[in-house]
């Protein structure tokens, strides 16, 4: 991968987790982490969850970095232990903070989908990336300190990876912490979410998530409930909305189911040809979610009698509630957008045209909106 690609653990238009100075918005994980840590009851293994996005690789290298700076009760020295942490925070001009930096602590290892033969990044972790970690464990031993290992994401494992990961959960090397992170931890074999603790960390709130962005170095929109409403707490998914122009795609999607179910035919040929466009493959899958995304918006409209708020693009709500007037319709859209997102891998997985994929889409929307009239 060039310089400018991210790696698999680092969000597109973000800096690396190892390179973001501050988490908001999760204060009670780190706490608890914090709480196990000072009471000495550290778990040798950690599953770090939640939705993609809210900063748990963050709060990762912030663990790796505190658990390899601070010294233990038994290396106090003459002046013996110095008294509990009572926080995360770490000087950045600490050593092993600089050698994080540089990718150059050796008490550190991070396991992220590799590399095939061929130089092309796989789609899942598999067992040599794992079994890379015997020679880690190996060459960090002769030091006698802590190590830490970061898997981002074990969702990601393939079976044999997943394996050979839990043989390490059952037999822990000695001072060893090892950090999972899965945004859907229901993919984690039953065995190896029980041989870890759980952090739970949360979808941001309108403040962080703007302190968030901040940090990042991202110019935020004119319109932040539209971002909120359609990022869900997610600085991650908040970035990917803001580099592919998400919001204006949402925008002009409404727009679209606006004109349903009288259907300007030209305006959805318009959005269909954009994603189809040489280099549109991120903007292509954007789109697809954020159909999801209006579809159950539509279903919750017609259950709860309400379109949700804040809106996600002007005139939302009065298009939404016009097309899921009730709760009849709330549950059609709800039974059509299974059909429509099964349909739409479908047709990626196949590599049909972008454009006839987002053509076929809305015609769906419109025969459903038609239901009934």
Not at 56 to 79: C, H, M, N, S, V
Not at 300 to 310: I, W
Request: charged share 20%; proline share 7%.
């Amino acid at each position: 991968m060039s310089d400018n690609t991210p790696t698999p653990d680092q969000a597109p238009g973000a800096p690396h987790p190892r390179e973001t100075a501050q988490l908001f918005g999760q204060s009670a994980a780190e706490e608890a982490f914090l709480g196990a840590y000072t009471s000495d009851r550290l778990h040798h293994g950690w599953l770090l969850t939640g939705p993609q996005g809210v900063g748990k690789a963050t709060l990762a290298w912030r663990i790796a970095r505190f658990l390899l700076a601070t010294p233990q009760a038994d290396e106090g020295g003459l002046f013996g232990a110095p008294p509990p942490p009572t926080s995360l925070e770490f000087d950045p001009e600490h050593p092993v903070s600089h050698r994080i930096l540089a990718g150059a602590e050796p008490g550190l290892a991070t396991i992220t989908r590799s590399l095939n033969d061929q130089g092309r990044l796989r789609a899942e972790i598999v067992v040599d990336d794992i079994r890379k970690l015997g020679r880690f464990f190996g060459l960090s031993s002769t030091d006698g300190g802590r190590r830490v290992v970061i898997v981002d994401s074990a969702d990601e494992m393939n079976v044999s990876a997943a394996n050979a990961l839990l043989k390490m959960l059952e037999e822990p090397p000695a001072r060893t912490t090892l950090l999972l992170i899965s945004h859907q931890p229901s993919r984690l074999l039953p065995t190896i979410r029980s041989r870890c603790r759980t952090l739970r960390l949360s979808p941001l709130g309108a403040s962080d998530m703007q302190a968030a962005l901040a940090q990042a170095g991202t110019e935020l929109p004119d319109n932040t409930d539209h971002l909120a409403a359609l990022a869900s707490g997610s600085v991650g998914a908040a970035l990917r909305l803001i580099n592919l122009g998400g919001l204006e795609l949402y925008a002009e999607l409404i727009g679209i189911l606006g004109t349903l179910p009288r259907l300007d035919r030209q305006r959805a040929l318009r959005l269909a040809e954009s994603a189809a466009q040489r280099g549109a493959a991120d903007r292509f899958e954007l789109l697809l979610t954020l159909i999801d995304v209006a579809l159950a918006r539509l279903a919750r409209t017609g259950a709860t009698g309400q379109p949700p708020t804040p809106e996600a693009a002007d005139g939302e709500a009065q298009t939404l509630a016009r097309l899921a007037s009730d709760p009849q319709r709330g549950r059609k859209w709800a039974e059509v957008a299974a059909t429509i997102t099964a349909r739409a891998r479908h047709g990626q997985a196949v590599n049909l045209d972008p454009a006839a994929l987002v053509l076929d889409t809305v015609f769906k929307m419109q025969e459903t909106a038609s239901w009934g009239t």
